[in-house]
C-alpha cells in the first residue's frame, strides 16, 4: 500500500485546518473559586483523537511548537 503525496496546497489546507480544530477543555464552572496561583494542568484536544496535557505556563511554548510543525 503506497503512502498518499500531498499536493502543496493540500498540505497547506490540511495543516490550516488541522491548526483550526485543536481547541482548549473547558475551564471550571464559575462556582468554582478561581485561584491564580494554582498551575492545573489543562488538556489539548489535538486532532486525530490526540489529547496532549500540560500547565497553563507551558501553552505558549505548545502553541509555537504547533505554529511550527509543519516547517
Not at 498540505?11 to 483550526?20: C, Y
Not at 473547558?26 to 462556582?31: D, K, L, N, R
Not at 478561581?34 to 502553541?63: A, D, K
Amino acid at each position: 500500500m503506497s503512502k498518499q503525496r500531498w499536493f502543496i496546497d493540500q498540505k497547506k489546507q490540511h495543516v490550516t485546518s488541522w491548526r483550526a480544530s485543536v481547541h482548549i477543555a473547558e475551564t471550571p464552572s464559575p462556582a468554582e473559586p478561581f485561584s491564580p496561583v494554582v498551575n492545573e494542568p489543562v488538556t489539548l484536544f489535538l486532532p486525530g483523537g490526540i489529547r496532549m496535557c500540560c500547565h497553563p505556563s507551558q501553552l505558549t511554548v505548545v502553541f509555537r511548537a504547533l505554529k511550527h510543525a509543519d516547517t
